[in-house]
């Protein structure tokens, strides 16, 4: 009989290596069923943040904890998914959730580097540890992680396993999954991208802070040339396209620039408005909020605001740079360079920058970003007394010091410089009160504050137009006679102390008609209207309008803007004059939507033959567009005839020592309000008025908005007729000057037209002729 002493020792070794195996199986047992559901995965319910867009539907901005930008597997573009696997896992299709390859690889290549560089987790894997897992590095972690699994291969499909990692993943900047971290670095949707674009994508999952291309470009470059390799080697891409995306230059954008249309002070509107109804699921469920905003519309009031002030700016001095760079002596020290520049803020196209070099001929500097900047000639004639010993040091451009520079619109670069005065645009159309464009400032990084809805400034001259048609309630007409000359008031009168008005330059013209008056802006000829009619009686009729009347006393000085207003109060004011005279509402949002599309609000505005009030006579709206029209076509506004059109009307506004400037205007179908002045209010500037400051901003947005509209004219209304008068406003059919008149209005022939109760001084007020 054979001896079988070798039995005893194959058992033993067969038990030791079978034992694992059955306590891995005992543990799966006993482990399985506590594993969590898959609920969290086949009912996928991430945080959705709140999304606002313009009209047409482009996205403008999105508040939450987390951005995110939910794509169905079919959405996401072929070369995108090859980029993921070459990055992540490119035998995710072949494998059962744990690739036993990539393991044996893996630790083949940790053991001959000497180090753990190289994981094996799968795609499944890591959709198992994102959802239900934390990161610690236990045993205990990893047996639950590879149990789930097997058990999210075996309950779903390797598409919607994947299109769930595609959802989730985080790849920084708060960015959840692909199509938002496309639109947060790229500015574009997910189906857009390049492939070097898709490279860099997919190559931050394994570290989005070391290879986010934002802070870390050099070593997102780096991980992108990896990902390229990779999916040349799968042959995902071929050579030429392998040599293309390598040299393709990727520029990650910041801050808020992944939005193509700049609309951050709507944005914030808007997020008030849904939290003020929502809470705090204003920023987790998912709403869509469509907003009136059209985006040519808000593109062309950006770019207007932007270049009024920078221009406003340039008019009056360079004050110096921002500040200094300490170099230690090597300027070619691009990470020192890269490191000061980070914390400094953008501005748009004011791009931070640290001078190199300087001379009277030539500045070089290292912009934010890593480009080299050299400005010479006529570009430096802005900045040229800051290039010399003339100024102060702290004035002076020197090596180290922070500066701005821009390219100006033939793509020259120039030194620029962050403005301190501020300015705002709004516009909409007059008949239903929807906003088109709303710029509260220059840049809302910088400046919260929205000058469109809590800046109350003095509106100067521009509110003339609403004391000038209380007047023609009261009997007044274009062709009414007053006298523009001096009026004396003196303390006991006032109340505090002496006033004497005064017109723009001191010029006192004598008797005039009220189309005049307006058209020259005369103070003197104001304040007549006023008296005439009485401050009380306009502080009645001004809340028609929506004016506030608590920030407008019953003084004669309401007739020179010396209240309060907002730019949209006067939105709302002028769109009166320009729709016949209704009063429509300003509104800015259109429609809100859950995340499935429900629409939980829509606007149904007021308009007029629909539910909007008459608050003032159509005769008296026409004729006061008669008058604003004759503003531009020959007074303070004439610079918008440079438009070349015949149907727009407005109004300057200018107060006090220019602390205010504005422009009101508008034509049939659209109405914007233009504004600029310091927050701590000072002066503007000797020589800057309404038409020189805020005007030139109206225009850049009208001109591009109105540019293939055609002409429009306002149709007379009954009970009106036309008259010709001569200059000094008597009737005379002889003259080709013509007036319009109420029926019940209509001087006899060869009459001097007053109000029906003539105008007479107050016993207060000492009227002098010069």
């Known amino acids: 009989m054979p001896s079988r002493h070798w039995l005893f020792p194959v058992l033993v070794t067969l038990s030791l290596l079978l034992l694992p195996a059955i306590l891995f199986g005992v543990a799966a047992l006993l482990a399985y069923p506590t594993l969590p559901s898959l609920e969290a995965l086949t009912d996928y ?131 959840y999954g692909f199509a938002a971290a496309s639109q947060v670095y790229f500015g574009k949707p997910l189906g857009q991208v390049t492939i070097a674009e898709a490279a860099m994508l997919a190559g931050l999952p394994k570290a989005p802070s070391s290879y986010n291309p934002v802070v870390n470009p050099k070593r997102a470059k780096l991980r992108q040339l990896y990902v390229l390799r990779r999916m040349h080697e799968l042959h995902f891409i071929n050579d030429e396209q392998f040599q293309l995306a390598q040299q393709q230059p990727i520029v990650a954008l910041r801050g808020n620039q992944e939005f193509g249309v700049k609309a951050d002070y709507l944005s914030e509107m808007v997020r008030q408005a849904v939290f003020e109804k929502y809470k705090d699921d204003t920023y987790t469920q998912g709403f869509k909020v469509y907003t009136t905003i059209r985006q040519q519309d808000q593109l062309a009031a950006y770019q207007a605001v932007r270049t009024g002030v920078l221009d406003y700016d340039r008019r009056h001095g360079y004050r ?27 501005s748009d196209d004011l791009i931070p920058a640290v001078v190199l070099a300087a001379s009277p001929k030539l500045v070089r500097a290292y912009g934010k970003g890593g480009e080299i900047v050299e400005i010479s000639g006529d570009a430096l004639l802005f900045v040229q007394p800051a290039l010399t010993k003339k100024v102060a040091l702290n004035q002076r451009i020197n090596i180290g010091s922070l500066i701005r520079v821009q390219k100006d619109e033939k793509g020259i670069w120039q030194i620029g410089q962050l403005p301190l005065v501020e300015a705002a645009f709004v516009s909409g159309n007059p008949h239903d ?89 005369k103070n003197l000829v104001s304040i007549r209207i006023l008296q005439s009619i009485t401050p009380e009686y306009a502080h009645d009729y001004i809340a028609r309008f929506g004016f506030d009347p608590t920030r407008y006393p019953a003084y004669l000085t309401m007739a020179l803007g010396a209240g309060s207003v907002t730019p949209l109060q006067m939105l709302a004011g002028y769109s009166v004059f320009a729709n016949g005279g209704f009063s429509v ?79 009101c205007g508008f034509h049939p179908t659209l ?70 008149f109420y029926k019940e209005n209509v001087p006899p022939e060869h009459a001097m037209h007053t109000p029906s109760e003539e105008i007479k001084p107050a016993d207060t007020i000492k009227d002098q002729l010069l």
């Open 671 to 740: 109405v914007g309000i233009s504004w600029m002045g310091y927050d701590q209010p000072r002066s503007l500037g000797d020589r800057e008025t309404g038409g020189g400051a805020a005007l030139p901003i109206w225009m850049s947005y009208m001109g591009k908005m109105l540019k293939d509209v055609p002409e429009a004219t306002y149709t007379m209304p009954d009970n009106m007729v036309a008259v010709h008068i001569n200059e000094d406003g008597y009737r005379d059919e002889n003259s080709p000057r013509v007036e319009y």
């Open 585 to 663: 509402t300003p509104y800015f949002i259109q429609r809100v939507e859950d995340a499935h599309g429900t629409i939980l609000y829509k606007a149904t505005p007021e308009v007029p033959g629909n539910g909007a009030k008459q608050i003032i006579d159509v005769r008296n709206a026409y004729t006061m567009v008669s008058m604003l029209q004759d503003v531009v076509k020959h007074g303070t506004g004439i610079r918008a005839m440079q438009l070349g059109r015949q149907d727009l009307a407005g109004k300057t506004g200018t107060t006090n020592d220019s602390i205010d400037a504005w422009f």
């Open 320 to 346: 110096g740079p921002e500040g200094f760079i300490d170099l230690h002596g090597d300027s070619s020290n691009t990470e020192l360079l890269d490191e000061a520049l980070q914390d400094v803020d953008d």
């Open 433 to 521: 009160g929807a906003i088109y464009s709303l710029i509260g400032g220059f840049d809302f990084n910088r400046n919260q504050f929205n000058h469109i809805t809590q800046a109350w400034r003095q509106p100067g001259s521009s509110f003339k137009p609403f004391v000038y048609s209380a007047a023609l309630e009261k009997g007044f007409t274009p062709a009414t006679v007053i006298n523009d000359a001096p009026l004396i008031f003196d303390a006991e009168q006032t109340g505090n102390e002496p006033w004497q008005p005064k017109n723009y330059e001191d010029k006192f013209e004598g008797p005039m008609r009220m189309r005049q008056g307006l058209i020259k802006s």
């Open 45 to 175: 319910r991430p945080k959705i943040p709140l999304r606002i867009y313009s009209a047409e539907g482009t996205l403008l901005s999105e508040f939450g904890e987390e951005r995110r930008a939910l794509v169905q597997i079919s959405e996401v573009p072929e070369i995108m998914k090859q980029a993921i696997l070459a990055a992540e896992d490119d035998r995710f299709y072949e494998h059962g959730g744990v690739d036993y390859m990539g393991v044996l690889r893996a630790a083949i290549s940790n053991f001959t580097s000497g180090t753990a560089k190289q994981g094996a987790s799968t795609i499944t894997m890591q959709v198992a540890r994102n959802f239900f897992l934390t990161k610690e590095k236990t045993i205990t972690r990893k047996f639950n992680e590879v149990l789930l699994t097997f058990k999210i291969e075996h309950s779903m499909s390797k598409d919607e396993i994947l299109q769930l990692y595609i959802n989730q993943i985080y790849l920084g900047q708060r960015a």
